[in-house]
């Protein structure tokens, strides 16, 4: 563990110098509270690519790309499932400042590692959109450290007879932007 957090603090030293940085970040996100189907946990680390073009006073979109895990402790076979899954994310600050709300909005596509669960938990497909809405708070001079609870969704739109999708209500992401 402590190599761990000393090759992440060494990281962070690097790329938040002015000489490297780029415009990249990283988020965590946990989920909490009654998910969709019962009994499901899961976690999200993505990727973040926010494109200068894409920056405005009061709104940018940056580019998510994740990886999430989940799974059911009462399911021992084919309770569990990665998502791999790309994201255009639109932020709108209300107001800009040391400490500035804002609201998120996302909508893109993923690909589940199973089509099921469970037995009974058929998700139809590979192919799935995620969709999420949330709203933060971002912390410092340039917005780096955000911290956001939102609701992230699962699903294939029922492009697929069965459409078990996943829901998580309450996510809890830490982000931070090196740029």
Known sequence: MYFLSTFLLCLFA?????????????????AYGNEDPPHLHGYRVAVLYQPKRLVWPKSRVYIDMSFSHWWLNNVPNRGSVSIYAIAPVFRHY???????????????????????????????????????????????????????????HYSNASLSAYNGGITAPVMLSAEYQFE
């Not at 790329?15 to 990249?24: L, R, V």
């Not at 709203?135 to 609701?151: D, V």
């Open 94 to 152: 209300f107001f800009k400042s040391f400490i500035s709300p804002f609201l998120n909005i996302s909508i893109g596509v993923s690909w589940m590692t199973r089509t099921r669960l469970y037995p009974e938990h058929n998700m139809g497909m590979h192919f799935a959109f995620q969709d999420q809405v949330g709203g933060g708070i971002a912390i410092g001079r340039q917005q780096q450290f955000s911290l956001i609870l939102s609701a992230l």
């Open 14 to 30: 690097f790329f938040s110098t002015s000489a490297f940085a780029i415009p990249i970040g990283f988020s965590y996100s946990k």
